[in-house]
């Protein structure tokens, strides 16, 4: 039954013909949709693949303690009741201000995605967490491993930390940097991540500190000297496991929830140029990672990017994990500190 004009009226009419209208209208519009979804797909087609990826949510707030000591920066928070203490060693070029927002505490950080949100979840699950940046680019050994032994004991001491469990995570240069110093000090547990480790032509034994190797299988070769060093810590009877941190696609969220100051329309405009100059594949799936990537010319094309920008290296450190290759993978966080608290003494 009609409810409004009768149809005997030329309004009736005249309605429905705009009514045909606007129907054709929204049909064009939503076929046109469908097309432009299909060229510039932004999400996965399978949604375990983004497991993870969102940003951890926290109500820590950073206010760090900066010490320059022994020709290297050193930079600590200590939560109220803290249950055990995790000194991190960056990989290379990474420094300790990395890991760390930029404060009135802190004015040269300024806390790059993964490494701040590792430290987030650190602080938040009640350890005491030190960073001390390589006195070079990369770390050595030899003097370094003492200077940082030095540091370690030095920062345990001052906060009264003694008697914590103690505990260590190293990325990259780092990640080689702990497996060595895991020799010099009693560690409970440690991880090591996209690194293998110093295990080569050095003998293991059963008071090595259990290990995590935490590492992405894109990186093949690094993979297999992993599984053979897993081997023989099994052999030697240490405790040993491996976490895998996978590729996934790169989404808007990707960007604007896990890097601070870059807002979800930026991020949808940075990902349609990505599609537009297949830089990802039909899925979303990096082709190459954001230090192979010409993403930074054709930001610059489309006058969305300029030399000055602060964020650039944070969304090249989301491209790399995005691809999955060689880059600080806080995506695993749970199982690292689940790693951590099982060995807990």
Same mark, same amino acid.
């Given at each position: 039954?009609?409810?409004?004009?009768?149809?005997?009226?030329?309004?009736?009419?005249?309605?429905?013909?705009?009514?045909?209208?606007?129907?054709?209208?929204?049909?064009?519009?939503?076929?046109?949709?469908?097309?432009?979804?299909?060229?510039?797909?932004?999400?996965?087609?399978?949604?375990?693949?983004?497991?993870?990826?969102?940003?951890?949510?926290?109500?820590?707030?950073?206010?760090?303690?900066?010490?320059?000591?022994?020709?290297?920066?050193?930079?600590?928070?200590?939560?109220?009741?803290?249950?055990?203490?995790?000194?991190?060693?960056?990989?290379?070029?990474?420094?300790?201000?990395?890991?760390?927002?930029?404060?009135?505490?802190?004015?040269?950080?300024?806390?790059?995605?993964?490494?701040?949100?590792?430290?987030?979840?650190?602080?938040?699950?009640?350890?005491?967490?030190?960073?001390?940046?390589?006195?070079?680019?990369?770390?050595?050994?030899?003097?370094?491993?003492?200077?940082?032994?030095?540091?370690?004991?030095?920062?345990?001491?001052?906060?009264?930390?003694?008697?914590?469990?103690?505990?260590?995570?190293?990325?990259?240069?780092?990640?080689?940097?702990?497996?060595?110093?895991?020799?010099?000090?009693?560690?409970?547990?440690?991880?090591?991540?996209?690194?293998?480790?110093?295990?080569?032509?050095?003998?293991?034994?059963?008071?090595?500190?259990?290990?995590?190797?935490?590492?992405?299988?894109?990186?093949?070769?690094?993979?297999?000297?992993?599984?053979?060093?897993?081997?023989?810590?099994?052999?030697?009877?240490?405790?040993?496991?491996?976490?895998?941190?996978?590729?996934?696609?790169?989404?808007?969220?990707?960007?604007?929830?896990?890097?601070?100051?870059?807002?979800?329309?930026?991020?949808?405009?940075?990902?349609?140029?990505?599609?537009?100059?297949?830089?990802?594949?039909?899925?979303?799936?990096?082709?190459?990672?954001?230090?192979?990537?010409?993403?930074?010319?054709?930001?610059?094309?489309?006058?969305?990017?300029?030399?000055?920008?602060?964020?650039?290296?944070?969304?090249?450190?989301? %491209?790399?994990?995005?691809?999955?290759?060689?880059?600080?993978?806080? %995506?695993?966080?749970?199982?690292?500190?689940?790693?951590?608290?099982?060995?807990?003494?």
């Amino acid at each position: 039954m009609w409810i409004g004009v009768p149809k005997s009226s030329n309004t009736y009419y005249t309605s429905q013909k705009w009514r045909g209208i606007a129907l054709t209208t929204c049909a064009l519009i939503l076929i046109a949709t469908l097309i432009l979804f299909k060229a510039k797909p932004t999400s996965p087609s399978d949604p375990e693949a983004l497991k993870g990826t969102a940003f951890f949510p926290s109500s820590i707030q950073f206010h760090p303690s900066f010490e320059f000591m022994n020709g290297t920066e050193v930079i600590w928070q200590i939560p109220n009741s803290p249950k055990a203490a995790l000194f991190i060693a960056p990989g290379c070029t990474i420094r300790a201000s990395n890991f760390w927002d930029k404060s009135t505490f802190c004015p040269n950080c300024d806390g790059l995605p993964e490494e701040r949100a590792f430290v987030l979840q650190a602080l938040e699950r009640e350890f005491a967490v030190l960073t001390i940046s390589s006195l070079e680019e990369c770390w050595s050994f030899g003097k370094e491993l003492e200077n940082v032994e030095w540091i370690i004991k030095w920062w345990v001491r001052e906060n009264k930390l003694e008697g914590l469990p103690m505990t260590a995570l190293g990325a990259s240069s780092g990640g080689y940097f702990v497996s060595a110093l895991a020799f010099k000090m009693r560690f409970g547990s440690i991880t090591i991540m996209i690194a293998e480790g110093v295990f080569v032509n050095i003998a293991i034994g059963n008071d090595y500190p259990p290990t995590l190797f935490v590492h992405m299988p894109k990186d093949r070769i690094r993979m297999s000297n992993i599984l053979r060093n897993m081997e023989d810590f099994k052999a030697k009877g240490v405790d040993v496991k491996e976490v895998r941190c996978m590729d996934f696609p790169l989404i808007p969220n990707v960007l604007s929830d896990r890097i601070p100051g870059v807002n979800r329309s930026f991020a949808v405009k940075i990902v349609e140029v990505f599609h537009e100059k297949g830089f990802v594949d039909e899925k979303g799936y990096m082709k190459m990672d954001g230090r192979a990537s010409p993403w930074k010319e054709a930001l610059k094309e489309k006058n969305l990017l300029s030399e000055s920008d602060e964020w650039i290296k944070h969304v090249e450190e989301e %491209l790399n994990l995005a691809y999955g290759y060689h880059e600080f993978c806080s %995506l695993k966080s749970e199982d690292i500190f689940e790693w951590f608290d099982s060995h807990m003494k």
